[in-house]
């Protein structure tokens, strides 16, 4: 059944909305101060777009391009509450504000499954839309992220991060394939330090990848990783 063209809300008008930016910019704000990556609105868009970028590629309908680029750019608002459960409590949050805004709720129930299964620690992708999700999420990692500003004071994760010269997803839908390439200053971090930060998050990839009939691919400094 076709939507109806007042029922539809846009990628844009979420975009544009100042709640969601609020929650998202204050979320940022709390991660900052406990030494997280960079989780603002330009986080949220670069996974928006990547997400129905996916999608597209795959062939996949304007309604669920759409749901996955919303859900893509809300699914980090728990944040602004508290790391802790932030996907729940996200999913939550995303709720009432779709809802208020007039969403269908078949889509708002579509949009906040895939906001609360994105994070790797109690989540998993369970159909198109939080695969899409997961995907775009979880392979957004690059040396911008980083907001310690000294080296001297990186962990682990500010290591891997800042040491991501370059990265992209690439599909390749005549072979069913998602690709993570990655391009890695090996002086900053080799491939099993990647690998001993971002293991859960790559299975999970692989598991996204599946529910959209496709194989996950790592490719590291030119090596297929898996």
Do not use: W
């Amino acid at each position: 059944m076709a939507e109806k063209k007042q029922d539809i809300i846009t990628y844009r008008k979420v975009k544009e909305n100042e709640e969601i930016n609020l929650l998202i910019e204050k979320g940022n704000e709390v991660l900052d101060v406990l030494g997280f990556t960079e989780h603002s609105r330009k986080h949220a868009a670069k996974v928006a777009e990547t997400a129905g970028k996916i999608l597209k590629d795959l062939g996949y309908g304007a309604k669920e391009i759409r749901l996955s680029k919303i859900a893509g750019y809300m699914h980090d608002i728990g944040n602004s509450i508290n790391r802790h459960d932030h996907a729940h409590t996200g999913a939550l949050l995303a709720y009432g504000i779709l809802k208020e805004m007039g969403m269908p709720l078949r889509d708002v129930m579509t949009v906040t499954t895939a906001i609360g299964n994105h994070d790797e620690s109690t989540g998993t992708a369970v159909d198109i839309v939080s695969a899409a999700l997961i995907l775009a999420d979880k392979t957004d990692v690059r040396r911008n992220r980083v907001q310690n500003p000294t080296i001297a004071n990186f962990d682990i994760h500010d290591r891997v991060n800042y040491a991501v010269l370059a990265s992209s997803l690439e599909v390749k839908k005549e072979k069913r394939v998602i690709q993570m390439n990655l391009e890695l200053d090996d002086e900053m971090c080799t491939v099993m330090d990647y690998f001993e930060i971002f293991l859960e998050r790559m299975i999970m990839c692989r598991r996204a990848a599946e529910v959209l009939g496709c194989k996950f691919k790592l490719v590291a400094n030119g090596n297929k990783i898996c």
